[in-house]
């Protein structure tokens, strides 16, 4: 069974950094675009960043310049570099990937269980 695994977050002060891992574990067969999306109470889950298999990235535009998404395919996974961190950067964090499990034909796109993120002072 295809599982991704979060972990990473916490509580830190506006200005701060944090680094968000996420690992894919399972029958993979191959690992297409990985992601993080994040969701504030009382919003819709949001595109944050993603990377493809390739390498090649994008970020939302509240983002840009302050978090930095990478990946590393043998270890099937991804991590989210955050600085310069805001409070409006709050949230659940969503680490996310289209996954191609082995036996199967289709690519599904599977989600962590989520990790909180609070800036706050």
């Known amino acids: 069974q295809v599982q991704l695994v979060e972990s990473g977050g916490g509580l830190v002060q506006p200005g701060g950094s944090l680094r968000l891992s996420c690992a894919a574990s399972?029958?993979?067969?191959?690992?297409?675009?990985m992601g993080w999306y994040r969701q504030a109470p009382g919003k819709q889950r949001e595109l944050v960043a993603i990377i493809t298999s390739g390498g090649s990235t994008n970020y939302a535009d509240s983002v840009l310049g302050r978090f930095t998404i990478s990946r590393d395919n043998a270890k099937k996974s991804v991590w989210l570099e955050m600085n310069t961190l805001k409070p409006e950067d709050t949230a659940v964090y969503y680490c996310n990937a289209d996954i191609r499990a082995v036996g199967s034909l289709y690519v599904r796109t599977y989600w962590g269980q989520g990790t909180q993120v609070t800036v706050s002072s």
């Open positions: 399972g029958s993979i067969s191959r690992l297409n675009t």
